[in-house]
């Protein structure tokens, strides 16, 4: 039986049958050493901020008795990871510790399973979300894991990430979720941050069937929400400044387009929508887009902040606090996907309903990881870019 969904995806379903509290990750259970007659893995890893990785060899993970390894098969390289690498969230508590293997959207194959995991063994094809959950807080009690007080992001504490051969994957049980059978590796890891995080963001804003919907940046969340809301049945404006990447949107379902270069942002959102969006969505986490996103929505409408913020910001932003008191306009925050909703979105990309692979600019290799770092860089990469050669 597919899995049920709620919010704005039961009509997608009929229709087609206290604060952020990062934590770095835990070390426990996190020694390197021989597992399956493997001793050592390839891994891109970061040595200096904002200096080219090095691929090199390092020792490959054991699991602890709560624990799965995985033979990374598709690792996505996410903007997160290009923030982490820049030395930017230290305010959130995701500073990077250095040395480090970053990657944090992938699939793969388990290879080894502790003692007490009895939901998996090897063969399996799995993923997880970038968060991984304790499994025993309130929070994840409760079904929202993303919110687990002793959240833990793969790659950001020291040797966890999957720009590697081999993936640790603490509390199997909790955070590991098996790929339905004509779901791809590749086709998991895009879903692993990016997209998961659009189609979370498409809940959260509680999109309906033809609400205008505003997505502030085209880069990979910003197309997945895209991708997401247009299938909700909602109507979308993408907003970026490349003209590329706005007709990448138009592809992924976009209704209209708007260059925030070249046009004031909310009067052309108001002029298309006839009073504004119903739901803004941030997908990238400047002053200039969280600005623009509330500004272009309706009274009694909702602004969804997705985007983390960079350097320039460093958690703060200003907003136009009286006109949202005036018109009743919600702020929202989302952060990834909860694991408990995840079979759902597989159940409709297995359907071929969501297709986040259409979203993958390339394959590449590990070789090619500061190549699309310097892209990030000067914002030239269009969707996702997936590690498929290890």
């Not at 999109?207 to 919907?213: A, E, K, M, Q, T």
């Not at 006839?274 to 600005?291: K, N, P, W």
């Amino acid at each position: 039986m597919a899995p049920t969904l709620r919010g704005p995806f039961q009509s997608l379903q009929s229709k087609w049958s206290d604060t952020l509290n990062v934590r770095l990750s835990n070390v426990e259970h996190r020694c390197f050493t021989n597992h399956g007659g493997i001793s050592s893995m390839r891994a891109a890893v970061v040595k200096e901020a904002n200096q080219p990785l090095v691929v090199e060899e390092v020792k490959d993970p054991t699991p602890g008795p709560e624990d799965a390894v995985l033979r990374v098969q598709a690792s996505g390289i996410c903007r997160s990871d290009w923030h982490g690498w820049q030395g930017d969230w230290k305010w959130i508590g995701l500073g990077l510790e250095l040395p480090a293997v970053l990657g944090h959207e992938f699939g793969g194959e388990v290879v080894s399973v502790g003692k007490n995991v009895s939901s998996f063994r090897e063969g399996d094809k799995v993923t997880a979300p970038f968060h991984h959950g304790c499994g025993r807080c309130e929070f994840c009690r409760a079904g929202r894991p993303n919110l687990c007080l002793n959240v833990a992001v793969y790659g950001f504490g020291g040797w966890d990430g999957s720009y590697a051969e081999y993936l640790l994957v603490t509390q199997a049980e909790t955070n590991l979720i098996s790929l339905p059978e004509n779901v791809s590796s590749t086709a998991a890891a895009a879903l692993g941050c990016r997209y998961m995080t659009g189609f979370h963001a498409i809940d959260r804003g509680q999109v309906s069937p033809g609400d205008w919907v505003a997505v502030q940046g085209a880069g990979g969340v910003g197309l997945s929400a895209i991708q997401v809301a247009a299938a909700v049945g909602a109507q979308v404006i993408a907003v970026d400044i490349s003209d590329d990447k706005l007709q990448q949107a138009r592809d992924a379902g976009a209704n209209a387009v708007v260059n925030s270069r070249t046009e004031d942002v909310p009067e052309a959102i108001k002029e298309i929508t006839a009073g504004g969006a119903h739901v803004g969505i941030d997908a990238l986490g400047i002053q200039e887009t969280i600005s623009n996103s509330i500004n272009s929505i309706r009274k009694g409408g909702r602004h969804v902040q997705v985007g983390l913020t960079g350097s320039d910001e460093q958690g703060m932003a200003q907003v136009p606090i009286d006109a949202i008191t005036a018109a009743e306009i919600e702020l929202v925050g989302s952060f990834g996907n909860p694991q408990p909703k995840f079979p759902g979105l597989l159940s409709l990309v297995a359907q071929g309903r969501l297709n986040p692979q259409a979203l993958v600019e390339r394959e590449v290799g590990l070789e090619d990881v500061n190549e699309v770092f310097s892209r990030m860089s000067e914002f030239k990469t269009k969707g996702f870019n997936i590690i498929t050669a290890f």
